[in-house]
């Protein structure tokens, strides 16, 4: 067990010759805390209406925000960053109380998700409920009540301030109830007359957070949220652009075990039958965090970091999407080179055929998600790493096996360009999702965490 469930309050000194009264850092308990939050949050994810990405990601990034703000107080080296966020209010420890860290970062989960998840299921409302209280009464014998009511108020209070934050974020906060609004009707032309994206078969489901680029982000600045310009459209078989999609065909058409089993690893793209690919990047962490054996104040740093480079990640992709709104391989593919053709992208249990995701091609979300994720392990936990993926271990859907990386950047590249092979994706959409995820991550580390 760490530290938390051994905590004595030294309190007791005489702080009359000491001038203060000590109290114990962050740092002292394990991440015990952190990481049961974190996996019940991606056992959710799967079956939350709504939260599909980039959804989930922005409440990733407010929830870490909570968890930190929660703790740091506790954390003499970092500080808050209250100051950086305008509009942000956070409450204030008392001055000379004692604080129980595990049980304001409990608090503080608690009462976030709560909020955050007003449209889930009963039952699992409930496991929020229950796992709060499990932690309660675990430091109930080992706290003063006063003690003990002190750090549950301030986590709550944490979560309140925050999550009223995310409120005055009017095209974010509540986005999730409405992800495919009838009010955006896709353009069929651009501007050079070039043909533009059209929900997809099989499904022709529409369009998913057509505004999303309207969010406000965490630490990216306006410059950087539209990406680069794709390569233009052509229908010319000698054009770059035809040749994109005939690397995208070609792969589907000759799919080996290695890249089949690398495309249905990555691939988290079906609600209920996986969590989605912003939780995939907690999930990970969650491995790690275990693994590395992580102190309190090291996981909720990492959280944050991951929740809110992913959330940036995703505004400027879904931004860039609509921006320049880049038709998937499978309906030019169709068209111009052959019209049976079909992706790889299988939905296991409807055994519907040949899917693309419900949103225009350039840049791909999986390829921000995934190399903003690796970033932050890498700022967290260093470069060349090595770890064995486990999340899909023992699913019989799919090839599920366990995969090993090397380092992180490795794992997030093989995540990005796993999209081509899977046939629902260009290269020039992964390359751009990764120089975006990759930069999210970096405006998030540049951030003043220190003092």
């Known amino acids: 067990m760490g530290s938390g469930l051994f905590f004595i309050q030294s309190c007791t000194k005489d702080n009359s010759k000491e001038g203060q009264l000590e109290f114990s850092d962050t740092k002292e308990f394990d991440a015990s805390v952190p990481l049961a939050w974190n996996e019940l949050i991606t056992e959710i994810d799967r079956f939350s209406t709504g939260y599909r990405p980039p959804a989930a ?39 000379g109380a004692a604080y129980h860290w595990p049980t304001v ?86 501007p050079n007359g070039e043909k533009l994206w059209q929900p997809t078969l099989p499904d022709y489901s529409p369009a998913l957070f057509p505004y999303w680029g309207q969010v406000r982000p965490f630490a990216m600045k306006t410059s950087d949220l539209r990406a680069k310009p794709p390569i233009p459209y052509s229908e010319n078989p000698g054009s770059k652009f035809y040749l994109q999609a005939l690397e995208t065909k070609a792969y589907v058409d000759n799919l080996n075990f290695e890249d089949q089993w690398i495309s249905q690893f990555w691939s988290d793209d079906f609600f209920e039958v996986t969590f989605e690919p912003a939780a995939r990047q907690l999930v990970i962490a969650n491995q790690l965090v275990q693994h590395e054996k992580l102190s309190l104040d090291r996981a909720v740093e990492l959280y944050a970091k991951l929740g809110m480079a992913m959330a ?25 080179i052959d019209p049976t053709w079909k992706t790889q992208m299988n939905h296991p249990y409807t055994n519907m055929k040949g899917m693309s995701p419900n949103f225009p091609a350039y840049p791909s979300g999986h390829s921000g998600f995934g190399s903003s994720g690796a970033a932050i392990l890498t700022d967290i936990l260093g470069s060349n790493k090595s770890f064995t993926d486990n ?43 990764v120089r975006l995820g990759n930069l999210a991550a970096k405006r998030v580390i540049e951030l003043e965490w220190k003092k």
């Not at 879904?318 to 068209?335: A, D, F, G, L, M």
């Open 57 to 95: 990601a922005r409440m990733f990034g407010y929830v870490g925000l909570a968890a930190y703000e929660a703790v740091v107080p506790g954390m003499p080296e970092y500080q808050s960053l209250e100051s950086q966020f305008s509009g942000l209010k956070l409450p204030k420890i008392q001055t």
């Open 105 to 190: 970062a409990n608090a503080a989960y608690a009462n976030i998700l709560r909020q955050f998840y007003s449209q889930i299921k009963v039952a699992d409302f409930e496991r929020i409920n229950t796992l709060e209280s499990k932690f309660n009464l675990k430091n109930e014998s080992i706290l003063e009540k006063e003690e003990l009511e002190r750090s549950k108020l301030f986590g709550k209070d944490i979560a309140t301030a925050v999550f009223n934050f995310s409120v005055t974020d009017a095209a974010g906060h509540e986005a999730y109830k409405n992800p495919t609004p009838n009010s955006y009707i896709p353009p069929k032309v651009g």
């Open 312 to 336: 940036d990640a995703a505004i400027s992709i879904w931004y860039s999407k609509y921006t320049y709104n880049v038709r998937r391989p499978v309906e030019y593919i169709q068209e111009l």
């Open 391 to 433: 999340c899909h271990k023992d699913r019989f859907e799919f090839l599920g096996a366990p995969r090993s990386f090397s380092s992180f950047s490795v794992a997030g590249l093989e995540n990005a360009y796993s999209r081509i092979t899977l046939g629902v994706h260009y290269r020039m959409d992964c390359d751009e999702g």
